[in-house]
């Protein structure tokens, strides 16, 4: 980089050379980490630093920390650690008479703290010497952290005291994880972008249960689609993937079954003696946590689309989104934002829900948050004009030019309807309404850009 704005091209050169691949309204914010580093690095031509990306270990990481997003805490959604406890890892006991290990599978494990969070969850169940926990993640740099197995405070900031009592010896604001827990999980360096999946010869093939948490949402979809059909091959017959409630669904791209619980969107795959003709087809079920079957089946997911989407849009989900905006407009802001955060949990398939919770990050200035909802909202329908205004309106000082691209899509669809139709998740807005207020954010933004060029 010789000067001026940070290219788009540049990030997807980067993000391609270290195995990554983003949505192409990232790539101006990446663009700009990248610049970033380069400064700091004391690297002044693009091309140099795209051939020493992969041959220098410390660059590489410090490009994947730019690009890349490592929030992480022990017990992080709990209730989809509840899930495992209370469901899955009694059936997988149930299921190997043979005294086989339950196989488990941290994917994008960071820092170490969700794979650490399973062998104390075992433990606390008596079988962690019964299960065999692998983890994986892309940077070098985070593996040596998790090996290590100390942590701070912040990262058991929603771990009970008394757990953090028996697994840890705490020592000056520090805690390690003691060695028995930590002997339990083998850590693995792994590019989603490039490693070929299943591997059995590195053994990574046939686990009982796969967490890819907080991963594919910053993918972009062909990446998306290939991963998923690799992480079902991963999977024994009858094994689980998790996802987080902000990754995109993954039931078109391989025949999971899918279920829609109060932790998540939950992906098996079939039993191969299973009878499928005995298993319901008429919808996705929604289910609590504290049910003898709190994973209720449902067919294929590529069977199931249209029934998920109509169970989500049902009146209980109404219902809750009449609520947040009830909330929202007497100014009770903070308990819209409350309700909203604590719905897409229950409901992640819901683009009125994440649509909210957009809104109401928007009005706390909590942008980065309000964006990823709001790319949330397009992943799971694209022609909501809506989603696409607001996710401009959030980006245009952090990346104007993905700012400029979601307005633009928003203006050409709302171009493309009568001017009186009424705008889906925007109340009392019309078309033609709309595509004014985006051609007004666009002209703002190309004037901002123009000036700073002078």
């Known amino acids: 980089m010789t000067g001026g704005a940070p290219s788009p091209n540049l990030a997807e050169q980067a993000a ?5 691949s983003f949505p192409a309204s990232r790539k101006g914010a990446i663009a700009s980490a990248i610049a970033r580093l380069m400064v700091q690095r004391g690297i002044g031509d693009s091309r140099s630093f795209l051939d020493r990306l992969g041959l220098d270990e410390d660059l590489t990481d410090d490009a994947i920390a730019a690009m890349t997003v490592s929030e992480t805490h022990f017990f992080r959604n709990p209730a989809q650690f509840q899930l495992i406890r209370q469901t899955m890892l009694p059936e997988l006991q149930r299921r190997r008479s043979d005294g086989s290990p339950v196989r488990i599978w941290s994917l994008g494990c960071a820092t170490g703290e969700e794979p650490y969070s399973l062998a104390i969850l075992c433990d606390e169940e008596g079988l962690l010497e019964n299960v065999r926990i692998s983890a994986a993640d892309i940077s070098r740099r985070a593996l040596v952290t998790a090996k290590a197995a100390e942590y701070g405070e912040w990262s058991l900031r929603n771990t009970d ?21 930590r002997r339990q999980v083998e850590f693995t360096q792994l590019n989603l972008g490039t490693d070929e999946l299943p591997a059995p010869e590195r053994n990574l093939a046939d686990f009982d249960l796969i967490l890819c948490r907080n991963v594919l949402v910053y993918l972009d979809a062909i990446a998306v689609r290939r991963i998923a059909r690799q992480l079902f091959a991963c999977l024994s017959d009858g094994g689980w993937l998790l996802t987080a409630p902000t990754d995109p669904p993954l039931w078109q791209y391989a025949p999971f079954e899918t279920s829609i ?12 003696h ?18 003898k079957n709190p994973l209720a089946r449902v067919p294929p997911a590529r069977a199931c689309v249209a029934d998920a989407r109509k ?3 049902d009146n209980a989900v109404k219902a809750i989104a009449r609520q947040i905006r009830s909330r929202s407009d007497m100014g009770e802001t903070r308990d819209a934002a409350r309700l909203a955060a604590q719905a897409v949990e229950s409901h992640p398939l819901s683009a009125e829900l994440h ?4 809104l109401s990050q928007m009005t706390h200035g909590e942008t980065d948050a309000a964006a990823a909802a709001l790319r949330r909202v397009i992943y799971l329908d694209s022609d909501l004009a809506a989603a696409q205004f607001f996710l401009g309106v959030c980006l245009k000082d952090s990346d104007p030019q993905a700012a400029l691209r979601a307005l633009e899509n928003a203006l050409l669809f709302c171009l493309s309807r009568p001017q009186r139709e009424r705008v889906v998740l925007m109340s009392g807005a019309t078309a033609g309404h709309l595509a004014e207020r985006a051609r007004r954010e666009i002209g703002k933004i190309r004037w901002h850009l123009g000036s700073e060029g002078l």
């Open 355 to 358: 649509f909210l919770q957009g």
């Open 311 to 313: 169970t989500l849009g």
């Open 161 to 181: 005291h008394r757990l953090r009592k028996r697994y840890f010896t705490s020592c000056e604001a520090r805690f390690r994880l003691h060695e028995r827990l």
């Open 261 to 272: 619980t109060p932790a998540g969107v939950i992906y098996r795959r079939m039993m191969a």
């Open 16 to 20: 391609h050379r270290v195995g990554l």
């Open 274 to 291: 299973s009878d499928t003709s005995k298993r319901s087809i008429s919808r996705v079920t929604s289910v609590q946590c504290q049910t």
